[in-house]
């Protein structure tokens, strides 16, 4: 328990945690409303669809989301944590920054969105050895253009402390993606689907939008190109390796996909891994809400108090990521025969994949709580370190079991991979803050 004030510094050792604390409770909210709408749209959508068109639905979304990530250029992060750290003193670094994350989000959003587009046929023909998948990707690039987008304005509005107007977004996201997805897909099927997650991405980048003019302004910060300029540097110096990150993660989970997808069944063994996948996310939801919220946090608090107080709120948002996660995976594994019913007919096979993912849940929120140590820590190279490990692991483990176990032989690789992960980090973390504590930092 942390005491009530802090004998260096003066300021309450306790006001990180309930800056913390009002900011999880806004943003499990809004991961609430939003994956919750979003999961629900997953079951009904399963029952529409059936494991082989919901499976092409999952690829599709992996194969967007992947693009996505890799078009950001770690837009998102880099805002979260260096306009944290700025906000209070330099205004104009905290402008710079915010239009830099903005710029890079935007143009990486294009680019990625016309590759897509252009090579849609290369990817489905080539990669997955399925030409229905042409359509679908297509149909995909809007959500491809404005999640890119929307996470830079996220990660700005996080690193701002706007969690209320980020649980908003989140919400108006789900609630769109949650309709749109069930009406699309009992109209025109897995296109319609599609085409609904696109909806949904649209929806929430206005609604980021409309929420950063005026969390902008409330902080007297302005978008400005020349600032921009000024701070390019922090392009080599943070979005670099975030994007090297994403780089070595991204590529790792899709070609679990793709080996997936070229089986003889390979549809529908995606069917049972995306369907798995979606509780997974909603398992984790609350550690996935709480790691924007803790780096921003974490990085302020290391800027601005003393290195006692980052220590002890550091290990209390750790503990607190496995924590809200482990009793709910625990809870899906007991249900997970149950759980997979609900898909509807043919989806009772995903339970072995959902079982192995809930158990990757746990190591999942471990490694969400050392990340965002490690990089308010500006341990950045031991976090892409990680990532690639990560990458390796599952990539690995993926080849030599999918072609065997199919969607099993895949959620083995995701729970390899987080256990990989968090072998890899929790070291230099630990080093990190002892090292920190005998220099009297944090």
């Known amino acids: 328990m ?38 629900v749209a997953t079951v009904v959508v399963a029952r529409f669809l059936g494991p082989s068109s919901y499976g092409a639905w999952g690829v599709t979304q992996s194969t967007i989301g992947t693009a ?15 306009i944290a750290q700025h906000r209070n003193s330099e205004l104009e670094v905290a402008s710079g920054l915010a239009t830099l994350a903005l710029l890079s989000a935007g143009t990486g959003g294009v680019l990625a969105g016309v590759f897509v587009a252009v090579s849609a046929s290369a990817i489905a023909v080539e990669a997955f050895h399925n030409a229905s998948l042409v359509p679908l990707l297509e149909l995909g690039v809007p959500a491809l253009l404005f999640g890119t987008f929307s996470g830079a304005q996220l990660g700005i509005l996080t690193g701002l402390e706007e969690f209320r107007a980020v649980a908003l977004v989140n919400i108006i996201r789900g609630v769109v993606v949650g309709i749109a997805m069930i009406a699309g897909a009992r109209l025109f099927g897995v296109g319609g689907a599609v085409f609904g997650l696109s909806c949904g991405e649209v929806a929430g980048a206005a609604a980021a939008q409309l929420a950063l003019v005026r969390a902008l302004k409330r902080f007297s910060i302005r978008l400005d190109v020349a600032f921009a300029w000024r701070e ?38 995606a069917g049972y891994f995306a369907y798995a996948y979606r509780w997974y996310l909603f ?27 980052y220590r002890r709120f550091l290990w209390w948002t750790v503990s607190l990521n496995v924590l809200v996660v482990t009793v709910p995976a625990m809870v899906l594994i007991g249900a997970a025969g149950v759980v997979s019913s609900l898909g509807g007919r043919g989806f009772q096979a995903a339970e072995p994949s959902l079982i192995i993912l809930a158990l990757a849940c746990v190591p999942a929120a471990l490694n969400n709580g050392l990340s965002q140590a490690a990089l308010s820590l500006d341990r950045v190279r031991a976090w892409v370190i990680s990532d690639v490990v990560l990458a390796v692991a599952l990539a690995g483990v993926a080849v030599l079991l999918v072609p065997s176990l199919g969607s099993v032989g895949l959620a083995w690789g995701y729970l390899a991979g987080m256990l990989a ?22």
């Not at 309450?12 to 709408?37: D, E, M």
């Not at 996505?68 to 260096?82: E, I, R």
């Open 232 to 269: 390019r540097a922090s392009l080599w110096r943070f979005n670099l390796p975030t994007f090297l990150a994403a780089l070595a993660t991204q590529p790792a989970t899709w070609l679990g996909q793709v080996v997936l997808v070229r089986r003889y069944d390979g549809l529908a063994q």
């Open 68 to 82: 996505a990530a890799l078009a950001g250029l770690g837009a998102s992060y880099s805002a979260t944590k260096q």
């Open 2 to 39: 942390l005491p009530d004030a802090d004998s260096e510094s003066g300021h309450a050792t306790f006001r990180p945690v309930q800056r913390f604390a009002h900011g999880a409770a806004w943003s499990a909210l809004g991961s609430a409303v939003g994956r919750g709408f979003t999961l």
């Open 283 to 309: 398992v984790t939801f609350f550690s996935a809400a709480f790691a924007p919220v803790g780096l921003s946090i974490l990085t302020n608090v290391r800027a601005t108090m003393d290195g006692g107080t």
């Open 421 to 442: 992960t968090c072998a890899v980090l929790i070291g230099p973390v630990v080093f990190a803050v002892r090292r920190g504590r005998d220099e009297g930092v944090a």
